[in-house]
């Protein structure tokens, strides 16, 4: 592991699990509710390793993954919670040299997962209508060096997007059915798209849009992610989880020329049958040995 630098983004682990992300800067100070952590301790010392406070309190101190970075990321709106952008990272297909685009920017959550997964070779393009969000959003991109990858737009979707034939397109604002047209004259026939929303209502009127628009292969899921207590000797679910994020929306896109408008009041042309029977766990209907 090299030695830490000035400037480096460190992650100081409490006894107690309490969690503190500094840029070390020489002569700089980290004030912790055990004491006090000079960043000259760190400087020029490889991380993975224990450093103590003033008043003898152990820290480990640890290269923060993308996931601690999100969680202490500069917020002035929701943001994307880690379960729910890894999900997507994999539901969209995004990999080195994709082209990828999102709206809205918001804190950049989204945007600097996206960057990280695209680089070096692809481009995420981001669109934001609000000047204070698409800022925000840029400083937080560029805090952790993913600038490059990224192209942000102030924009209202509703003009549409300038990209055409690219691999996924993200919608994580308000009203996504609204912006289907301008997602399909985007993305490439067969390209990936998803949404999320908070509420089942949004949900509905995504899937009526989708629908509408011929859309394929729609999916709508909720990941639930519950917490222990990492106790050895009483392992159990923490007591407060956060119990709804939002619903994901995926689907992919129609070739151009191809829609298709289902008579009002028709069976939707991607409705699930329902089994009689309650579908078994794959691992409990295999026959032992397989
Ligand atoms: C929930 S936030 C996005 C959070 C972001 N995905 C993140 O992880 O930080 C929604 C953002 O969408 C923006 N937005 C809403 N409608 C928009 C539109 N029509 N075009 C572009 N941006 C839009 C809002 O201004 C807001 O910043």
Known sequence: MPNAQAGDLALLYGPDG??????????????THRGMIPHDALIGTPLGRTVYTHL????????PSLHDLLLKLRRASQIMYPKDI???????NI???????????????MTIALANAIRPHGCVVSYEVRPDM???????????GLLPYVDFKLRDIAA???ETDVDACFLD??????????????????????ALVPTANQVIDTLTGLQRLGFGAIEVE???????????????????????TGYLIFARTPTLGEATLPAEGAPLANAVTIPDEPLQPESESDPPGT
Not at 222 to 244: N, S, T
């Open 173 to 194: 604002l308000r009203e996504p059915w609204e912006y289907l047209e301008q997602v399909r004259q985007a993305v490439k026939p067969g390209g990936f798209f998803g």
């Open 160 to 162: 549409g997007f300038d």
């Open 86 to 92: 890894g999900y997507v990272l994999l539901k969209l």
């Open 134 to 144: 698409l800022s925000l959003a840029r400083k937080n991109v560029d805090s952790l």
């Open 95 to 109: 990999s080195s040299g994709k082209r990828v685009i999102e709206a809205g920017s918001g804190s950049g959550a």
């Open 18 to 31: 309490k969690r503190f992300l500094i840029r070390l800067q020489p002569g700089e100070v980290l004030h």
């Open 56 to 63: 003898d309190m152990p820290f480990l101190a640890l290269e």
């Open 222 to 244: 909720e990941l639930l992610l519950r917490p222990y207590k990492p106790v050895p000797g009483r392992l159990r679910p923490v007591d407060r989880i956060v119990a709804h």
